[in-house]
Structure formats: C-alpha cells, structure tokens
C-alpha cells in the first residue's frame, strides 16, 4: 500500500467510517465490512477526506477541467474537493445536480459552473453504476467530457444477479463502458493489507479473506 492509502483506511476506521463485523449489502450479501462516507459529517473529517480526494486525483496524472458531483453525497464530496485542491494551488470549478429540475429563476437541473472541457465526476462508492450513468449522460449532453470518476474505496466485489456472478466488478464495468478510468483513493487489497498489519485484527482479516475468495475480482 502507498503511504496515502494506509492512512485513508486508518483514517477511516478511526472515524467509524469502515466498520467490521455482518453488513447485509444491497445485493443481499453478507460482508464482513462496511463502509458508510455518509458519517463523514463534521467539519474537520470532510476536510481531511476532501484532502485525500484532492490528492489521489491529483497523483493519478488525471487531465481534468472540473469535478462533477452527483446528488446527494457527491455534491458536498465535490464542493469539498475543489476547496482542498484550491488550497494545494489548483483553484477548479465544480457543478452538480439538482435530482428535480427547478421550474423558476435560472432553472434546469445543473447547479455551479457551467460542464465544459474534462470533467471529474466524484462519488463515494459504486454500486450498481446509476449515478455514474446519469452522469455520464448530461456530461455528454453539455458538450463536455467525462474524463474520469474518483471514488473513497473500490470493494473489488464481483456485480451479477439473480445468483449468477458477473466476471467484472462494479468499477470494472463502468470503466469498460465508458472508457474512462475509475480512480480510487483506496481499494479492498489496501484493506486486506492494513488488516494484515495488525495481529488483532486476525478474525476480521479471515472473513475479509473468505469474502474476497467467494466474491472478489482478479
């Protein structure tokens, strides 16, 4: 793991964020993690994410104009992220959309500055690919270009339905559809490995280990 990478998934386990024990997934799995970015939500834990944001996007080499954020969760992770890249001397516009259109004042569904040139689109996780999708598609409407999504953590978790495993992650789906990179400030073997670090962790190391050989990507 790369020193940035440690530090978020301490990080996050220090806030409460990435907890460990039985989750129920949307997929109806049992995992034995769960990561929640919605408990992010005092001042100085969304400064110091935005400030991991900031800087896996900027270490990914990454050409990009703007950050998009989709509603909910991705409006204040981008505003955040701007604001922590501003401050590391990279001052970049950010939008975001409204779920309903608004029928008065300046109307439509954007909010912030105007879509244009390589555009960033920030999120917490993906999941089943939704909100990346919608992005993509008023990204494209507005002319520009989705250039990249930056998510917290990539679970690595094999998609698929109705008991039948799909070969490709989430994240790995998106990137193929799309052709864009899905940039990550940490992944699941970051987890495995800082789980690997600490002896007292063994349990929670062994059922992380299960899951991934049960659910996991290549």
Do not use: C, W
């Amino acid at each position: 793991m790369s020193n940035l990478r440690q530090q978020f998934i301490a990080f996050s386990v220090a806030t409460g964020v990435l907890k460990f024990g039985q989750f129920t997934t949307k997929a109806g799995r049992q995992s034995p993690y769960f990561f929640n970015a919605g408990l992010f939500h005092d001042g100085a834990t969304l400064g110091q994410l935005a400030q991991f944001y900031a800087q896996t996007l900027l270490d990914s080499g990454v050409e990009f104009d703007m950050l998009f954020g989709p509603a909910y969760k991705g409006i204040t992770l981008a505003s955040a992220t701007a604001v922590a890249l501003a401050a590391k001397g990279r001052d970049t516009a950010f939008a975001y959309n409204r779920k309903e259109a608004k029928d008065h004042g300046e109307g439509g569904t954007i909010v912030g500055a105007g879509l244009t040139g390589k555009v960033v689109i920030i999120d917490d996780v993906i999941s089943a690919g939704t909100s990346v999708r919608e992005s993509v598609a008023m990204i494209r409407a507005a002319g520009a270009e989705p250039a990249a999504v930056l998510i917290a953590l990539d679970r690595m978790e094999r998609g698929g339905k109705d008991g039948v495993l799909s070969p490709l992650s989430a994240v790995q789906e998106v990137s193929d559809t799309y052709g864009i990179p899905v940039i990550s400030i940490a992944n699941l073997e970051d987890l495995f490995g800082y789980l690997s670090a600490d002896a007292s962790l063994g349990e929670h190391r062994e059922a992380v280990a299960a899951y991934r050989q049960q659910y996991g990507v290549v």
